[in-house]
């Protein structure tokens, strides 16, 4: 009875299923009939085209190689565009390609002193709202004095990214500070942060060996090489901080500093002739081990760390009254043409990003604007020379930032020729009539208009007479 019952259950389930494939086979045959196709999978979208960018910068091939593995990085990561990274050997090769048309990078390394260009011809969009949009916080992470120095009309126009004081580099076989303190010679303490001009005249002196052909000291005898000590004795570089008409170097302040300055750097015996600058530079002076002291910034590091038995350390600039001195100060800026603003912007928030910015400064080039990796051993490498490199850090604190000015390589061009007299001019300085004329030159370029309209009257009065 029980064997009955089982057959005929699966009886049932075999019509079950005859009576399902003919309904399948039924709907197959209407559906051919019909013609119509049966309905497929949905269609897979097809990948969207990244975003080409190009990014911008310039320095030294090792310099240079860390931007590439930060792109390549970037590219391997990136859904959503490709970076091609263009690079120019420095600033000024960089600037030429951006003013003569023959670049158009997307995101790109601006020193501030072109700023004022960048903005006039359209290079530059702000970038404040852009980075608040990506939750980027920067305040705390960033000097005051920095953010300012890349603002104006109260936007924040490129981001922050380097900057570096001018500081003193010291070969430490030269200027010897335990053999000075022996001696009881003028010399800073070990951990300070300040080097008085007594001290620096000190070491200059120390380090002037004839018998070992050895000077003290070079200063470039140039408007960037004598303004430390000119902010630092109570002058001023401009007649005005934000629209100068003129130099202030014959203004009493200044030249009180100009004084006390010159009255070292004028003594041939402690600094480098100019028949000796013909057979080398002062940098090729310093690592020969034949000079004591040069300024410079932190891209010197890497190069002086290169050159075998040399060892140095660096110091803050003199100081005659307060501590001053000036910097290189460079941003990351973003191309209103670039193809699309908001790729770009996701580059520039990679790029100054911690873990990017750690990456690049370990090559020893850069000072990070970036505060918190400016205290990290990425920056302060202390297996490394120079043993004090929080005075890069330190001297941020009392870097003068000039006036923006679109007019900068003109200037120097004009004035450095007759500062450098100032230095090496042979016997009696007459200081006030020189300075006189620097500024009096100077107003050629910042306020062309005002020499125009005195030559258009004098010429006038001529004429009358």
Sequence with gaps: MESKRRQARRGAATIVALLSLGLVATACDSDA????????????????????????????????????RVVDDYNQTSTTSTVTLESWADRDELD??????????????????????????GYATPVDELLDE?????????????????????????????????VIYRNTDLVDFERM????????????????????AAAAEFATKPRRRSKGVYIEPSLRGLAPFVYSGGGEIFDDGDTPTSLALSSDESRDALE????????????????Q???????????????????????????????????FDVLPMPTLDSSATIGDLTGLCLNPATESIADAADLLVHMISDEVVSELTRTGYLVP?????????????????????????????????????????????????????????????????????????????????????????????????
């Design 369 to 465: 604007a970036n505060q918190q990796v400016a205290l990290t051993e990425d920056f302060t490498q202390p297996a490394l020379q120079p043993d004090r490199s929080d005075v890069f850090t330190s001297a941020v604190r009392s870097m003068r930032v000039p006036p923006l000015l679109d007019t900068w390589t003109q200037l120097q061009r004009l004035v450095d020729g007759p500062i450098a007299e100032l230095v090496n001019a042979p016997g009696v300085l007459d200081l006030e009539t020189a300075t006189e004329v620097i500024d009096e030159l100077s107003r050629q370029v910042l306020e062309p208009e005002a020499d125009e309209t005195e030559e258009s009257d004098s010429g006038e009065t001529d004429s009358e007479g």
């Design 96 to 121: 030429d390609a951006l003013r003569a048309g023959e670049a158009s990078p997307d995101v790109y390394l601006a020193s501030r002193r072109d700023l004022t260009f960048l903005r006039e011809e």
């Design 134 to 166: 990506r939750s980027v916080e920067f305040g705390d992470g960033y000097s005051r004095d920095a953010l300012e120095a890349f603002s104006a009309d109260t936007r924040l126009q490129c981001m922050p990214f380097g900057v570096s004081p001018m």
């Design 260 to 275: 006390r300055t010159l009255e070292l750097l004028r003594r041939p015996s402690l600094t480098l002739t100019e028949e």
């Design 181 to 200: 303190v022996e001696l009881e010679l003028d010399t800073p303490s070990p951990e300070s942060n300040r080097f008085t001009f007594d001290e620096f």
């Design 277 to 311: 600058l013909d057979k080398a530079t002062a940098q090729e002076w310093f690592e020969r081990g034949r000079l004591g002291m040069i300024a410079g910034y932190r891209d010197l590091v890497p190069e002086l760390r290169d050159v075998e038995g040399l060892e």
């Design 33 to 68: 009939g019909s013609g119509e196709p049966l309905p497929g999978p949905d269609p897979v979208p097809a990948p969207q085209a990244k975003t080409e960018l190009t990014l911008a910068v310039w320095g030294k091939e090792a310099e240079v190689a860390g931007y590439q």
